[in-house]
């Protein structure tokens, strides 16, 4: 007769729970794992502080078609990237008197942007997406003289909270709250398409 605990049938049950707490073991090993390597793949990626101390975001500008924009997030403000098209840009040295400031000497804006455009691509704005008023978000209303903006209105954006207009090179109109244009973040073109906001010919550009 064997003894108790070394029959066949009591080892059968020893080598099972055996093999269940070894299963258990690797199983535990293997998420541990897994949490463990979380933290050096996410350290891979550009951290928060870096991109909010001003690191340079990317852009295709390929990707937009004519009269579409897209909204971008650079050093923690919202920028507008607008695709103008051939009729908004022919348009944005004939309504000079309806602009407070219409050369831009009071606005704050790069060299290369001190044109009628504020760009240096005819068809491509960069602005800063902040109502120079207080600080609002303006929306786009890029349809010129739409009923809802008015006959004289030449496209550009209106700011919803207290009403300041600016046309689509960024430049406020007279009857805005708003004193000074949108201002032009630091940008450059890498190549044909692609836009770099936050870097100037290389440099590191400051808002």
Request: include cysteine; aromatic fraction near 8%; hydrophobic fraction near 40%.
């Amino acid at each position: 007769m064997s003894e108790a605990g070394t029959s066949p049938d009591g080892q059968g049950v020893d080598q099972s729970r055996r093999k269940f707490l070894t299963v258990a073991t690797s199983a535990t090993a293997a998420v541990g794992a897994v949490f463990a390597a979380t933290p050096f793949v996410a350290s891979w990626r550009p951290s928060e502080r870096a991109r909010a101390m001003g690191a340079p975001v990317e852009f295709d500008v390929d990707k937009l078609e004519p009269g579409q924009m897209v909204t971008l997030v650079w050093r923690k403000q919202p920028i507008y990237v607008v695709r103008r098209t051939e009729e908004s840009v022919k348009t944005l040295g004939a309504h000079a008197p309806q602009l407070k400031d219409p050369g831009s000497s009071a606005s704050l804006q790069p060299e290369y942007a001190k044109n009628d455009m504020r760009s240096r691509r005819a068809d491509v704005l960069v602005i800063i997406a902040t109502c120079t008023h207080l600080g609002c978000l303006p929306k786009q209303h890029f349809e010129p003289a739409s009923v809802e903006m008015g006959a004289d209105w030449p496209g550009g954006f209106f700011c919803p909270c207290h009403g300041s207009k600016f046309d689509l090179a960024g430049r406020v109109m007279n009857g805005s709250p708003a004193s000074t244009n949108l201002a032009i973040p630091p940008y450059m073109f890498k190549s044909d398409n692609l836009l770099v906001i936050g870097q100037d010919d290389g440099a590191q550009g400051v808002a």
